[in-house]
């Protein structure tokens, strides 16, 4: 399986909202509704932030939202705090239990 | 409460194998499926492999064919990855995950550094 697509770097204001997209194939990432999205600060495990696409874990501030259309899904972070400068990776289902995840987007708020 | 204890780190030559563990506790291990993913330095996540630790089925990323084996112990909750054929590309910090009710992964072990180098 290749990488899902996720944008190098993004970056936006304290209070802004910014947008990060991730694009699979039809065989992953269009096939089901299972997109889910980690944060990861340098030298930490990841942490679950989104799940099924747009289910929020208990404990995630309802800032963090996930969607998808066709191919594509993505994770809006509102209301940018200083706390959520970190990578981010998406993770797709991609069929026969196997799994595929995205090559990763810095967060930087400025 | 969900913990995921790994093995410590390890120093391989090329050409070696490398077995990590990962012990699990706080829940009914053979109820949740076990990922494996692992991280080279400075670069982003990749999804290894997965085991059930119920009847001990594996599946792994294609990339991985014939190097990775997934195993399993019910009577110590715990999972084992072991890689073969190590190269210099190897070398990365390698997660165990417990899956959750659907393919998604909210608890995560604390990570195994595997150094392979000559």
């Known amino acids: 399986q290749s990488a899902l697509t996720q944008p190098r770097s993004v970056s936006g204001s304290p209070g802004q909202s910014v947008a990060i997209s991730c694009t699979g194939t039809?065989?992953?990432?269009?096939?089901?509704?299972?997109v889910s999205w980690y944060q990861q600060h340098p030298g930490k495990a990841p942490k679950l932030m989104i799940y099924?696409?747009?289910e929020r874990p208990s404990g995630v501030p309802d800032r963090f939202s996930g969607s998808k259309s066709g191919n594509t899904a993505s994770l809006t972070i509102s209301g940018l705090q200083a706390e959520d400068e970190a990578d981010y990776y998406c993770?797709?289902?991609?069929?026969?239990?196997?799994?595929?995840f995205g090559g990763g987007t810095k967060l930087t708020v400025l | 409460q969900v913990q995921l204890v790994q093995s410590g780190a390890e120093v391989k030559k090329p050409g070696a194998s490398v077995k990590v563990s990962c012990k699990a506790s706080?829940?009914?291990?053979?109820?949740?499926?076990m990922h494996w993913v692992r991280q080279a330095p400075g670069q982003g996540l990749e999804w290894m492999g997965i085991?059930?630790?119920?009847?001990?089925?594996?599946h792994h990323a294609q990339k991985f064919q014939g190097r990775v084996t997934m195993t399993r112990d019910t009577s110590t909750s715990t999972v084992y990855m072991e890689l073969s054929s190590l190269k210099s590309e190897d070398t990365a910090m390698y997660f165990c995950?417990?899956?959750?009710?659907?393919?998604?992964?909210?608890?995560w072990g604390q990570g195994t550094l595997v150094t392979v180098s000559s």
């Open positions: 995950a417990r899956e959750g009710l659907t393919f998604y992964l909210p608890y």
């Open positions: 085991i059930n630790p119920s009847g001990g089925s594996t």
């Open positions: 706080g829940y009914t291990f053979t109820r949740y499926y």
């Open positions: 099924d696409v747009s």
């Open positions: 993770c797709s289902y991609a069929g026969s239990y196997t799994g595929v």
């Open positions: 039809s065989s992953d990432v269009g096939g089901y509704n299972y």
